[in-house]
């Protein structure tokens, strides 16, 4: 079992940045493969982007935030990090970050434990 809490989100003019973070409960947080996506009102939940389990060694993002968002894990603190850089207001949405023991999933069905979110909202 893992229980994740997210933090970080906020309110930010387009073109800043914010850091969220994802703590894990739990032993073993090295053993999952970590994902986050976001979801805006109206929408379905979006993939943003995964990190493998163990060293993180490979990373997975959506074309939306290929080369402005990076995700990152640091297994000695339970926590993984996606570094949201030149924002745009449709990055607006409530983040959520999710575990899984199998792999870096694309999809919401890939993971069986998510956290309660965290809001980002991006004025133009």
């Known amino acids: 079992q893992v229980q994740l809490v997210e933090s970080g989100g906020g309110l930010v003019q387009a073109g800043g940045s914010l850091r969220l973070s994802c703590r894990a409960s739990?032993?073993?947080?090295?053993?999952?493969?970590m994902g986050w996506f976001r979801q805006a009102p109206g929408k379905e939940r979006e993939f943003v982007a995964a990190?493998?389990?163990?060293?993180?060694?490979?990373?997975y993002y959506a074309d939306s935030v290929k080369g402005r968002f990076t995700i990152s894990r640091d297994n000695a603190k339970n926590t993984v990090y996606l570094q949201m850089n030149s924002l745009k207001p449709e990055d607006t949405a409530v983040y959520f970050c999710?575990?899984?023991?199998?792999?870096?999933?694309?999809?919401?069905?890939?993971?069986?434990?998510w956290g309660q979110g965290t809001q980002v909202t991006v004025s133009s």
């Open positions: 990190i493998s389990n163990w060293s993180g060694g490979s990373t």
């Open positions: 739990g032993r073993a947080f090295s053993t999952y493969a």
């Open positions: 999710a575990a899984d023991s199998r792999s870096a999933a694309r999809t919401p069905s890939g993971y069986d434990y």
